[in-house]
T-cell receptor
Framework: NAGVTQTPKFQVLKTGQSMTLQCAQD?????MSWYRQDPGMGLRLIHY???????DQGEVPNGYNVSRSTTEDFPLRLLSAAPSQTSVYFC?????????????FGPGTRLLVL | KQEVTQIPAALSVPEGENLVLNCSFT??????LQWFRQDPGKGLTSLLL?????REQTSGRLNASLDKSSGRSTLYIAASQPGDSATYLC???????????FGKGITLSVRP
């Protein structure tokens, strides 16, 4: 199993541009989520999904969209990038999101917005 | 709102020392707590998961304990090695959205 994969590894955007961060998992996990990691802030939940067709907002959802058309993929869309969205983005997954399960994280995407 | 504190922010120890990393959280209504390791520029690797009904969990030289009622968890590393140098994050899982709330981490440096 490849586990949780993320692309790209690094991206530079100009303010106002849009882009999609890709996340995929091959473990047949129902639960997937996106976090951002900022210095001094820790990781914060952006959006999450409990299964195909079901998404919901986390702690910091503004400026981001998600969709879940398949079990495997959970892309994160930046609609109009802002410098405040400069961060490292992590995707995570687990079987159901339940309390007995380990959550597995991808390697991250580093995003710089100029 | 769950808040997680990890103190100190950084720790430097000589190789071979046994050490304890502390984590405290404000909301004791957790489902589980995970300890993660993060190497510079890398993703998070899960080290241990403790269920809310458990008191401790062990993996090799690592032992994690959980005192849910007092809102505390510790990660014990035995016989530390330079390869243990990394940032260690604790994250209790709460709520219907299976949200992990992360501490800011403890950056550990093990000196040869």
């Amino acid at each position: 199993n490849a586990g949780v994969t993320q692309t790209p590894k690094f991206q530079v955007l100009k303010t106002g541009q849009s882009m999609t961060l890709q996340c995929a998992q091959d473990m047949n996990h129902e639960y997937m989520s996106w976090y951002r990691q900022d210095p001094g802030m820790g990781l914060r939940l952006i959006h999450y999904s409990v299964g195909a067709g079901i998404t919901d907002q986390g702690e910091v959802p503004n400026g981001y969209n998600v969709s879940r058309s398949t079990t495997e993929d959970f892309p994160l869309r930046l609609l109009s990038a802002a410098p405040s969205q400069t961060s490292v983005y992590f995707c995570a997954s687990s079987y159901t999101g339940g309390g007995q399960e380990t959550q597995y994280f991808g390697p991250g995407t580093r995003l710089l917005v100029l | 709102k769950q808040e997680v504190t990890q103190i100190p922010a950084a720790l430097s120890v000589p190789e071979g020392e046994n050490l304890v990393l502390n984590c405290s959280f404000t909301d004791s209504a957790i489902y589980n707590l995970q300890w993660f390791r993060q190497d510079p520029g890398k993703g998070l690797t899960s080290l241990l998961l403790i269920q809310s009904s458990q008191r401790e969990q062990t993996s090799g030289r690592l032992n994690a304990s959980l005192d849910k009622s007092s809102g505390r968890s510790t990660l014990y590393i035995a016989a530390s090695q330079p390869g243990d140098s990394a940032t260690y994050l604790c994250a209790p899982l709460t709520g219907a959205n299976s949200k992990l709330t992360f501490g800011k981490g403890i950056t550990l440096s093990v000196r040869p």
